[in-house]
């Protein structure tokens, strides 16, 4: 599987940014695609994901209510659209694919087989 990631780049707090991810090489029917981040120093956090499988959408808790994420399955892509960005959503972002991700390893990094090269959102006080 291709992850191709597009987006990222600075922003101002209270700002917004969209990020997509195209995937390829592969037809998904199982499993889930979404998004972590990594900020310096820190470790790789669960931001949101959906289910191939009925839609179901998930989001971390600290972006909960400010980042939707959706999907356009004919293209194979995600979109992650952040709103009311603050400095600490400064990370770099990786777009992820696991076709056996389950609901209990939903938000556990290890789950996802294959990882996007990341982007860089930076977001300025």
């Known amino acids: 599987v291709q992850l191709q990631a597009f987006g990222g780049g600075l922003v101002q707090a209270g700002g917004s940014m969209r990020l997509s991810c195209a995937a390829s090489?592969?037809?998904?029917?199982?499993?889930?695609m979404g998004w972590f981040r990594q900020a310096p120093g820190k470790e790789r956090e669960f931001v949101a994901a959906i289910r191939w499988s009925g839609n179901y959408i998930y989001y971390g808790d600290s972006v909960k209510g400010r980042f939707t994420l959706s999907r356009n399955n004919a293209k194979n892509t995600v979109y992650l659209q952040m709103s009311s960005l603050r400095p600490d959503d400064t990370a770099v972002y990786y777009c992820?694919?696991?076709?056996?991700?389950?609901?209990?390893?939903?938000?556990?990094?290890?789950?996802?087989?294959?990882w996007g090269q990341g982007t860089l959102v930076t977001v300025s006080s």
């Open positions: 090489g592969r037809t998904f029917s199982s499993g889930a």
């Open positions: 992820v694919v696991g076709e056996r991700v389950i609901l209990s390893s939903l938000r556990n990094p290890s789950a996802y087989n294959d």
